[in-house]
């Protein structure tokens, strides 16, 4: 069955950009949307966007000018870029895949999370 | 952005006890509503989409309901393995917003 696996550094000083990178495997990143997802410690989720496998985009509009998610078909990989990170940057960072039936959108399947610090 | 609000925040319960959660949406969101589990260290497991259609594996004794902007997830005969933390959200619009959380644990 598809599998997602997160991976990027552990660790980004603050001010700087936040790169990861979410791998599909056992499916195709074609004909899906892929979702990034946050939570901070100790708190709730928070959706950061998703992206169409073709390329277009839905942002959350508390970070739409920091953060940019782009796809490689290619590589059955999408990613995450947040740009000019503080400590409340700080979270468990998970990508997902959004299903659906109809008109009806869940996120069906989810990476493990990878941890992201912010901290000089 | 539409809330979600859930109740409570937490609850204790013991095994063999029904067990309901409340979600409440600050506009109607029809039934564009999920549920999802998350245990301690893991990501969410969805549950319930379309606020009562039960996913693929998941035991019977998790259903969903309500329309509108009223939610509930009812757990029946509550197992050791479902202790976790459950979030509701909307699929309604952008951005997709959860619900704070509900974490039940053990009497």
């Known amino acids: 069955q598809v599998q997602l696996q997160e991976s990027g550094p552990g660790l980004v000083k603050p001010s700087e950009t936040l790169s990861l990178t979410c791998t599909v495997s056992?499916?195709?990143?074609?004909?899906?949307?892929w979702s990034w997802i946050r939570q901070p410690p100790g708190k709730g989720l928070e959706w950061i966007g998703y992206?169409?496998?073709?390329?277009?985009?839905n942002y959350n509009p508390s970070l739409k000018s920091r953060v940019t998610i782009s796809v490689d078909t290619s590589k059955n990989q999408f990613s995450l870029k947040l740009s000019s990170v503080t400590a409340a940057d700080t979270a468990v960072y998970y990508c997902?895949?959004?299903?659906?039936?109809?008109?009806?959108?869940?996120?069906?399947?989810w990476g493990k999370g990878t941890t992201v610090t912010v901290s000089s | 952005d539409i809330q979600m609000t859930q109740s409570p925040s937490s609850l204790s319960a013991s095994v063999g006890d029904r067990v309901t959660i409340t979600c409440r949406a600050s506009?109607?969101?029809?039934?564009?509503l999920n549920w999802y589990q998350q245990k301690p260290g893991k990501a969410p497991k969805l549950l319930i989409y379309?606020?009562?259609s039960l996913q693929s594996g998941v035991p019977s004794r998790f259903s969903g309901s309500g329309s509108g902007t009223d939610f509930t997830l009812t757990v029946n005969s509550l197992q050791p393995e479902d202790f976790a933390t459950y979030f509701c959200?909307?699929?309604?619009?952008?951005?997709?917003?959860f619900g704070q959380g509900t974490k039940v644990e053990i009497k």
């Open positions: 997902a895949r959004r299903g659906w039936l109809g008109n009806y959108y869940y996120m069906d399947v």
């Open positions: 056992g499916g195709s990143i074609s004909n899906f949307y």
């Open positions: 992206i169409f496998y073709s390329g277009s985009t």
């Open positions: 506009q109607s969101i029809s039934s564009y």
């Open positions: 379309a606020a009562s």
């Open positions: 959200q909307q699929s309604y619009s952008t951005p997709r917003t």
